[in-house]
């Protein structure tokens, strides 16, 4: 199994861990704990919608500073002073109540026997410490704010989603790593990967499709312009289509993603990584026969 069908594998069972505490998420979330979580990482340092903007530059920045708004609302930030927030001490219980009470599911939850569990948490924690050991590029940004929230190895079921979690956000890191020193803008950028998978065909198929973004429609008529003005994208706005020169620069972000992402998988030898692949198909499997 090579690095990327590994990382599909992880990415798999991750979803199937999830689903064991996703109930618990959705209550936590209506009360504004996606900012709470955000925050808990952070603490005691404050939040601002520009820092949170770092991982997902996609998203308007007033988006951020409501649902930071309506957590302040519900009690769990507080505003020091405009577009700053920080956890108050209800905000603090609840979100570590959340993370408690997901974790102690997740441990209920392991099909794996102990040692097994405890072997594949440990071989994912070197890929992640791995990672942040790496040199940048990437910056270790969002890889180094899950780091903060790594549980214990035991039980190990908690730690091995963490881990997970952390090469997501590594992922990221090395995503915006492979396309920011281009010059692109977000919208653009997203724009054109619209375009490159063939999900959009239009301007207006894409302010629908992106409409959870929170931009105005012009935001996304300006990003035609900006690609076309790069030689990325021709045609009008009800049928742009990439160039081919759009094409090798969007496969080149790809491929520059992926070469960031997984350098720092030499750390296993190909046994190890053959160990990983094995039990994470227990792990995925053992947890979808559970969920049944």
Avoid: N
């Amino acid at each position: 199994m090579d690095d990327r069908a590994l990382w599909e594998l992880m990415s798999q069972t991750h979803g199937a861990i999830a689903a064991y505490y996703r109930p618990m998420w959705r209550v936590f979330t209506a009360e504004g704990g996606g900012m709470l979580l955000a925050a808990f990482a952070h603490d005691p340092k404050a939040v601002t919608p520009a820092y949170l903007r770092v991982r997902d530059p996609y998203t308007a920045i007033g988006v951020y500073q409501a649902r930071l708004a309506t957590a302040a609302e519900k009690g769990g930030l507080v505003e020091e002073k405009p577009g700053v927030y920080r956890l108050t001490e209800v905000g603090r219980a609840k979100t570590q109540r959340f993370i408690e009470e997901a974790r102690a599911a997740m441990a209920e939850a392991d099909p794996l026997p102990p040692a097994d569990g405890e072997r594949l948490a440990h071989l994912l924690g070197r890929l992640v410490q791995a990672a942040l050991d790496t040199p940048p590029p990437p910056e270790p940004w969002a890889i180094g704010i899950g780091y903060r929230l790594m549980p214990a190895l035991t039980p190990p079921l908690p730690y091995s989603e963490q881990a997970i979690s952390c090469l997501h956000g590594y992922r990221d890191d090395a995503h915006l790593a492979a396309w920011r020193p281009s010059g692109l803008s977000a919208p653009a950028l997203e724009s054109l990967t619209f375009l490159w998978r063939g999900e959009a065909d239009s301007l207006d198929t894409l302010v629908e499709r992106l409409a959870h973004r929170g931009h105005p429609r012009r935001v996304y008529a300006e990003a035609l312009v900006e690609l076309r003005r790069r030689g990325l994208v021709e045609g009008p706005d009800d049928a742009p289509r990439l160039t081919e020169a759009g094409r090798r620069f969007r496969d080149r972000v790809e491929a520059d993603t992926d070469r960031l992402f997984f350098a720092p998988w030499g750390c296993l030898d190909e046994a190890e990584k053959g160990e990983v692949a094995h039990l994470l198909t227990r792990l995925r499997d053992g947890l979808k026969e559970g969920a049944w």
